[in-house]
């Protein structure tokens, strides 16, 4: 073996690798677009200048804003608690895409744990939030449709893997066919089929065998029980997802019996949010 092929070549070479961080998350099109339409929308800017301040090389402190403006952009997570307090100070309106994990701060803005997995250009997949002093009433918000329109867009955003689907009879298995079958015990003998590289003049990829009339049969029941399984498996999902809610249910009951136990001053506190 060649040191190029070592752990420790591998470790030195990897030190001078490019690393991506969300700071380099650049925000598809679609997904943008679609989150600037729904701010609009919804806090009515219809007529307002929509800028953004964060693109590679530029400073947003000397962006030059005008009055009325309103930043929606994906500013880098790294510094979002400088940003944050820089708009804050300006009185800048905005509605930045924010990390959700440490999402909450102590600005005075509207946070939106929106829980989104956005794609971004270079790959990586971020579960996103916002920010926004758009919103004036409330400290903490969710929107659904604001999350049904980032899913969407997302989705949209990628590119579908585009594959022509051959149809073959089913006297005819390929590997990947049978790979369907996986979940249901089956097989077929050596003497009821035969093997074959083309169908129909036309080669099949990983090749393929040929059923007889009884093979051809047993691969029809094989599919049936297959598809009993996967549907138990469904309705076995379903019933452990309504147990899981169930469980939430009496969990936040828990939490709010919880309250009733916290020391007087944090009651009071409490008791003063209203």
């Known amino acids: ?4 092929q070592t752990d420790e070549y591998g470790k030195f ?36 200048r929509i800028v953004r301040p964060f693109y590679p090389g530029g400073d947003f402190e000397k962006f030059e804003y005008l009055p009325g403006d309103v930043v929606i952009d994906n500013p ?11 708009f804050e100070s300006k009185e800048i309106d905005i509605f930045l ?15 939106i744990p929106a829980d989104c997995t956005i794609t971004y250009e270079n790959g990586a997949k971020v579960n996103t939030g916002f920010v926004t002093n758009l919103e004036k009433g409330y400290r903490v918000r969710n929107w659904p449709d604001l999350c049904d329109a980032v899913k969407k867009a997302d989705k949209d955003a990628i ?23 996986s ?27 040929l059923l007889s009339s009884r093979n051809e049969a047993e691969r029809r029941e094989a599919e049936r029980r297959e598809a009993e399984r ?12 309504a147990e899981r809610r169930e ?28």
């Open 159 to 181: 590119p579908p893997k585009t594959r022509k689907r051959l149809a073959y009879p089913d006297c005819v298995v390929s590997s990947a066919l049978l790979g369907k079958l």
């Open 183 to 209: 979940g249901t015990a089956y097989g077929f003998t050596k003497e009821g089929c035969a093997f074959t590289w083309t169908v129909g003049g036309k080669k099949v990829f990983g090749a393929a065998f």
């Open 76 to 86: 880098p997570f790294s510094i979002f608690g400088k940003i944050l307090e820089f």
């Open 230 to 241: 996967r549907e138990a498996e469904r309705r076995e999902a379903e019933r452990r997802e």
């Open 1 to 4: 073996m060649s040191y190029e």
């Open 13 to 48: 070479t990897d030190k001078f690798k490019t690393k991506l961080t969300t700071d380099d998350c650049y925000t598809p099109a679609p997904v943008y677009e679609a989150i600037k339409n729904w701010v609009v929308s919804h806090f009515g800017l219809a007529g307002r």
């Open 247 to 274: 469980a939430e249910r009496r969990e936040a009951g828990r939490r709010e019996a919880g309250r009733r136990e916290l020391s007087g001053k944090e009651q009071e506190l409490l008791r003063n949010l209203g």
């Open 97 to 111: 895409f924010g990390p959700q994990l440490t999402l909450f701060n102590r600005f005075d803005f509207c946070y």
